[in-house]
């Protein structure tokens, strides 16, 4: 018998998410996103909450949870605002997983109590200003030169890489030629503040204004040859595993804005009066919104069924895209429909709405796009172009 029922644990947390979105997050956020200013205070409370150490365990300064928790609590975070749910998505999934999964123990005990504790963050450098979707197109370099690495190049839209409390970013580079004649790429660690590194004013966006995202360059930055991430050479590899777990994750914060446009449609339907009735009267209002509720329905038991698939140890990188490709439709197509209902006051800032609308975008881009999604999703049938 299946059963789609969360655990004891898992509720917990969930309600406690929920109340926190809700009562601290909801009343500032409209002005933080007005001013593109970063939510630091929050970033801060999510840390003493235990959010950002969830699916880590304890050694290293985790709370010995999992990846389900902190997808629950980014879908929770999602359903009131984008820019915290991502802020936490990429700083856990993207900024501290690399560490976790792949640094020596020296690394671990170095960065990740600070990570998990939400008093710093790290940032994934992967993509570049000529590259996008095209990681095996990589320019930047590390060359060794005795115990250091030189690095040289210039990465794109990285999340997390500016705030006051970064400390580090994870570079993806070159650093050799394999033996086929392809590029050997490694990833190694860069500290802020390490001369020749340089972080970018934050980009002028049109959503997701209340997070950080710059670009990066790198001019003979040294760094110690012990900051190198693994092993040498995985470096993709390294990324791309982490990048399908980190799919997971963005399609619970896609989720939470699909069933954040939901609750903001059923209040505003229940209390908007026009031609003397609610409307929510409306039968076209009605429609609407129960398409938008079977959209959030169908994208959460989407990241579900990856996530479980992911903690019970099985392939999920099909199941991941297809969450990903899942949830992020559901977001753009909930801000639009939620945007109709709420007609001229959709298009203002003061509403939800108007931030869910220019969010939801983002989410069919990042961290692989619909297009990408559903080429991995092919081959993953065995449907692909002959040779």
């Excluded at 992967?126 to 190049?153: F, H, M, Q, R, Y």
């Excluded at 899942?326 to 931030?355: C, E, K």
Aim: proline share 3%; aromatic share 8%; hydrophobic share 40%.
């Amino acid at each position: 018998m299946i059963d789609f029922r969360l655990g004891e644990e898992h509720e917990v947390l969930r309600k406690r998410v929920e109340e926190f979105a809700r009562t601290e997050v909801a009343p500032v956020i409209g002005e933080l996103y007005k001013r593109d200013e970063f939510p630091y205070e929050l970033v801060a409370e999510m840390g003493r909450m235990g959010l950002y150490g969830l699916p880590f365990d304890t050694e290293f300064g985790g709370t010995g949870g999992d990846f389900l928790g902190l997808c629950l609590s980014l879908e929770e975070l999602g359903r009131v605002d984008t820019s915290v749910a991502i802020t936490l998505s990429a700083g856990v999934s993207l900024g501290a997983m690399p560490i976790h999964r792949f640094g020596t123990r020296e690394q671990k005990a170095r960065w990740m109590p600070q990570l998990c504790a939400g008093e710093a963050l790290s940032a994934f450098g992967l993509t570049e200003p000529g590259g996008g979707t095209d990681v095996s197109g990589l320019t930047t370099t590390a060359v060794l030169d005795g115990d250091e690495w030189v690095i040289n190049g210039a990465k794109s839209f990285i999340t997390n890489s500016g705030t006051d409390i970064t400390r580090l970013v994870t570079v993806t580079a070159v650093t050799g030629v394999r033996a086929d004649g392809r590029q050997e790429a490694s990833t190694i660690v860069v500290p802020s503040g390490t001369p020749g590194f340089e972080v970018a004013p934050k980009y002028s966006k049109a959503g997701w204004n209340a997070s950080d995202t710059r670009g990066l360059t790198f001019t003979d930055c040294r760094v110690p040859a012990g900051n190198l991430l693994g092993e040498r050479g995985r470096g993709i590899a390294q990324f791309l595993s982490v990048l399908d777990e980190s799919r997971i994750a963005i399609s619970a914060v896609g989720t939470g804005v699909a069933q954040g446009c939901v609750d903001e449609s059923v209040r505003y339907a229940r209390e908007r009066r026009a031609f003397g009735r609610n409307l929510g009267a409306n039968q076209s209002v009605q429609f609407k919104i129960a398409d938008m509720e079977v959209r959030a329905q169908s994208a959460r038991l989407a990241y579900y069924q990856a996530a479980s698939k992911m903690l019970r140890g099985e392939p999920f990188a099909k199941e991941a895209s297809v969450a990903k490709l899942v949830s992020s439709a559901a977001a753009m197509d909930n801000a639009r429909d939620a945007t109709q209902i709420f007609g001229g006051y959709g298009a203002l800032n003061d509403y939800p709405v108007a931030r869910f609308y220019r969010d939801a975008k983002v989410l069919e881009i990042g961290e692989g796009t619909s297009e990408v999604q559903r080429m991995l999703i092919a081959r993953a049938l065995g449907v692909q172009a002959a040779a």
